[in-house]
Every structure is written in structure tokens, then in C-alpha cells.
């Protein structure tokens, strides 16, 4: 079974904090995904990565900002964290698939989550 | 633009009644859609997808899903519902040859004793 590990499951920090979620998954995915989750809004994606080194922005990327280095580790960066970005996030990874070259087919498989709170 | 509406945000039913969460979509093009599921305190996980052929999908666990494209439609079913059924389920469409999946808000179900 495929595998994504989130680093931290509950974190708290201070605004204007520089904040890390790093996200690994073991299953050689070439597309990686960050959303955030919030009650009655469903999930947004922040940004997503199609190959190391390569970054596309989500419907709200305003205030982060994701590194990928390694095939199998996206990180999330919140660059001066504020209070609306208390939330849940979460990672996700999916093949790209032959077919579809870009892996819309293809399922997205989760991690649990990091719920950040930001006081 | 694409889009996803989940018509209901919460369904309360009985054990061993039948349930359906409804979901439909907006799309100019081809689509691909998903159901994933959400227990407490975990990430989503995949119930059933329509890719293509049939247009009647099921899962592993008596989850079924029927896409109509007249309707643009793809309501997720269940005749007999269990305990541990209780959870979140999220509809999701993507678009063929796109990377983006559009995730709908969620219908929470609570099946109760």
C-alpha cells in the first residue's frame, strides 16, 4: 500500500512564525499535492508539483510556498504564518499514469493530516 | 470552470436504512470522478471512481455510484448502512489530461443505532 507520512499530526505556533510541513511518500508518485481543509469549504488546493524541482499554484497560494527536492518529499512552507491559516492540511500524492499523461485518472492517496494552529 | 456540489452537508439515517449523498458537477469537457471517504482524525481515502464504460461503479464495501451525464450527476448509494459507516465523503471531478482534482465540501454521515 502506498504510504504518505505528514511530519507532525498537531502543531502550534506564533504568528509570524516561519512554519515547515513536510510531507514523504514511498511509492515513487510524480505528483504531489497540498491542500488545506476547512469546515463547509471542503478541500483547496494550495500547490501541487508534477516532478522534483517543478511547482504549479493551487486555487490559494497566497502566503505559502512548497519546496520539492526529492521525488518523494514536498514540503509546505508558511512563510509568515498568520491566524487564517489555522486549518487542517493535507498532502496527497498520485501517479501520473500513461493514458492521461498528467494523472487526472489516477487516484490521490492521503496522509493524515496536520492540524496547525496559529495564535 | 469546473465545479462540484454536494447538495447535502449532513445525513443523519438509521442503521440498516438505505442512503443516498448526492453530488453533481459542472464541466465543459471529459471528466473524471471520484468518491473519497474521511474516518475522524485520518486523511481521505479512495471509495470508488469512474473512469470510463460502465456507468455503474462499486466499492469493496456495498458503496455503489452512478454517473449520468445528462444529470451531470454521480450520487453515491448505499441499500444498508452500518455504524461504521459514519464519516465524511467527498465528491471530487478532474478533467482529462489536467492535473487539478476539484473536491466538493463534504457530506458528513451519521448513522445512528
Known amino acids: 500500500d502506498v504510504k504518505v507520512t505528514q511530519s507532525s499530526r498537531y502543531l502550534v505556533k506564533r504568528t509570524g512564525e516561519k512554519v515547515f510541513l513536510e510531507c514523504v511518500q514511498d511509492?515513487?508518485?510524480?505528483?504531489m499535492f497540498w491542500y488545506r481543509q476547512d469546515p463547509g469549504l471542503g478541500l483547496r488546493l494550495i500547490y501541487f508539483?508534477?516532478?522534483?524541482?517543478?511547482?504549479e499554484k493551487g486555487d490559494i497560494p497566497e502566503g505559502y510556498s512548497v519546496s520539492r527536492e526529492k521525488k518523494e518529499r514536498f514540503s509546505l512552507i508558511l512563510e509568515s504564518a498568520s491566524t487564517n491559516q489555522t486549518s487542517m492540511y493535507l498532502c496527497?500524492?498520485?501517479?501520473?499514469?500513461?493514458?492521461?499523461?498528467?494523472?487526472?485518472?489516477?487516484?490521490?492517496?492521503f496522509g493524515d493530516g496536520t492540524r496547525l494552529s496559529i495564535l | 470552470a469546473q465545479s462540484v456540489t454536494q447538495l447535502d452537508s449532513q445525513v443523519p439515517v438509521f442503521e440498516e436504512a438505505p442512503v443516498e449523498l448526492r453530488c453533481n458537477y459542472s464541466?465543459?469537457?471529459?471528466?473524471?470522478l471520484f468518491w473519497y471517504v474521511q474516518y475522524p482524525n485520518q486523511g481521505l481515502q479512495l471509495l470508488l471512481k469512474?473512469?470510463?464504460?460502465?456507468?455503474l461503479v462499486e466499492s469493496i464495501n456495498g458503496f455503489e455510484a452512478e454517473f449520468n451525464k445528462s444529470q451531470t450527476s454521480f450520487h453515491l448509494r448505499k441499500p444498508s448502512v452500518h455504524i461504521s459507516d459514519t464519516a465524511e465523503y467527498f465528491c471530487?471531478?478532474?478533467?482529462?489530461?489536467?492535473?487539478?482534482?476539484?473536491f466538493g465540501a463534504g457530506t458528513r454521515l451519521f448513522v445512528k443505532a
Open positions: 471530487a471531478v478532474s478533467h482529462t489530461g489536467g492535473f487539478k482534482t476539484i
Open positions: 469512474y473512469l470510463s464504460g460502465s456507468t
Open positions: 508539483s508534477y516532478d522534483v524541482k517543478m511547482k
Open positions: 496527497a500524492s498520485s501517479l501520473r499514469g500513461q493514458k492521461d499523461s498528467r494523472g487526472s485518472n489516477q487516484p490521490q492517496h
Open positions: 464541466s465543459s469537457v471529459s471528466v473524471y
Open positions: 511509492m515513487d508518485h510524480e505528483n
